[in-house]
């Protein structure tokens, strides 16, 4: 039979099988939000001894035991031991232990289910603000490659049919601006976490009179969920708002690593990393693979699972606490560790990353620049529809040659010879108003 040890048990015993049934992967996980729990505790205690509660003797014992506690927890020294539930059981037991009796009086005010949220939400709120700054990192990379790489011209693809000209300025600068809207989404998880659910208990309130605005300015906290059934009505909605973040950078990752997978193949030849960087074969000794690439491509594939998995988990369920909850952390926890080990990836993996300048040599672009040739016919005053029609049938002809007008004709075709100029083009990438764009997004 179960054992005795839990602060929540009521004199009955649970079988083995059903406790380690209902606790699950819980106990693992729970051990990334034992900072964030002595944290709240922290900040419940202080509102405690405001309201009459705590003595002020009990609040400095109680804090100095936490305090200890929290340096363990920081040093790596904490555990939670074999026969007890959670992490929260573990620090009040933990503070019984060595303070006695006055460590019981710490869960005055406040529910299990309230403690979870605002655990969860401080450790959310760091996840993405870790988030936002790796991302703010990759983002400076693709900027600086942008602007380094800007002359370089790139075949553009529509339909997988060679189609018009672009660069690697535009490629690199295109993939920046993509993490520019992803952040606008990370602020507005951001936003929906930054709300304090403390002191709205198992979901109903409290009869005591807590000081709620108190525990949200020392949590530092935006504002509080204030109905106490908002509050739990929360839970989900906050890791739902998280994994669709992170599937919006997830995505933009996803198609950056499946260019780069293709971009690498031989029969387009645009970019190449040092071998060190790429795998090899079992039998063909010539291969040199993108795993990395193909690796960060899947795992992105799985972070936008997520928030799929938590829309389902949390359907079809009445408002309040259910104990499906407890299996968000096993959907989000894990995203979030793929979340950071991708955009690191991605990141060392750009540094190294090696462009070809000769790609136009070949004669499979020799039709790329069709719609420039049309588009100077129709500045010279032809029409656009004969400009297109002679183009054409030149194409068909076998006629079709382009040749701009630049001072150097026997120089390699740069993006500035193009003579691109409106915001946005290969001849005006705007990366200083993206940056701009970027900045204000990640003011959070």
């Known amino acids: ?23 699950g992967n819980d106990r693992v996980l729970d051990l990334r939000l034992a900072e964030y729990d002595v944290i709240g505790s922290k900040a419940h205690i202080r509102m405690l001894e405001s309201i009459g509660l705590l003595r002020k003797e009990e609040l400095d014992t109680l804090t100095e035991a936490l305090d200890g506690i929290l340096k363990e927890i920081r040093e790596g020294n904490f555990i939670l031991e074999d026969d007890v539930e959670d992490i929260h059981s573990q620090v009040e037991l933990l503070l019984t232990r060595r303070i ?121 906290f935006r504002s509080m969920d204030y109905n106490a059934v908002a509050a739990q009505l929360s839970r989900g909605r906050c890791e739902r708002a998280v994994a669709s973040a992170m599937g919006s950078v997830a995505l933009t990752l996803n198609k950056l690593a499946a260019d780069c997978c293709l971009y690498m193949c031989p029969n ?83 540094e190294h990353i090696q462009i070809s300048t000769d790609i136009l040599k070949s004669g499979i672009y020799d039709y790329l620049f069709t719609v420039e040739e049309v588009n100077r016919r129709t500045l010279e005053g032809m029409p656009f529809r004969d400009a297109y029609r002679s183009v054409g049938i030149e194409v068909n002809e076998g006629r079709f040659c382009y040749s701009p007008k630049r001072q150097n004709p026997d120089a390699p075709l740069k993006a500035s010879d193009l003579g691109h100029t409106h915001a946005g083009s290969l001849g005006n990438l705007c990366n200083d108003r993206i940056r701009a764009k970027m900045i204000s997004a990640a003011e959070f």
């Open 1 to 23: 039979m179960g054992n005795n040890s839990t602060l929540w048990n009521k004199g009955t015993q649970a079988t083995d099988l059903v406790e380690a049934f209902t606790v």
């Open 100 to 220: 006695g009796e006055i460590g019981k009086k710490i869960h005055s005010g406040r529910s299990r289910n309230d403690q979870v949220l605002v655990d969860i939400k401080l450790f959310l709120k760091d996840e993405l603000r870790k988030t936002r700054d790796e991302v703010l990192e990759l983002f400076d990379t693709l900027q600086e490659l942008s602007e380094k790489h800007k002359e370089v011209l790139l075949p553009g693809y529509t339909h997988g049919q060679v189609a018009m000209p672009s660069s690697f300025g535009m490629w690199f600068g295109a993939y920046a601006e993509a993490l520019s809207d992803d952040m606008y989404m990370l602020r507005g998880a951001y936003s929906v976490t930054d709300q304090n659910p403390l002191g709205s208990a198992a979901g109903y309130g409290s009869s005591f009179p807590l000081d709620r605005q108190m525990t949200t300015d020392l949590l530092g």
């Open 268 to 350: 387009f030849g645009f970019i190449k990393f040092p071998d060190e960087l790429t795998t090899g074969s079992s039998i063909m000794p010539h291969k040199k693979n993108p795993d990395v690439w193909e690796i960060i491509r899947g795992n992105c594939n799985r972070i936008l699972g997520a928030e799929n998995e938590i829309n389902l988990l949390c359907s079809n369920l009445p408002h309040g606490y259910h104990r499906d909850f407890q299996l968000l952390k096993d959907i989000l926890f894990p995203a979030l560790e793929l979340m950071h080990n991708c955009l690191k990836m991605t990141r060392y993996m750009l």
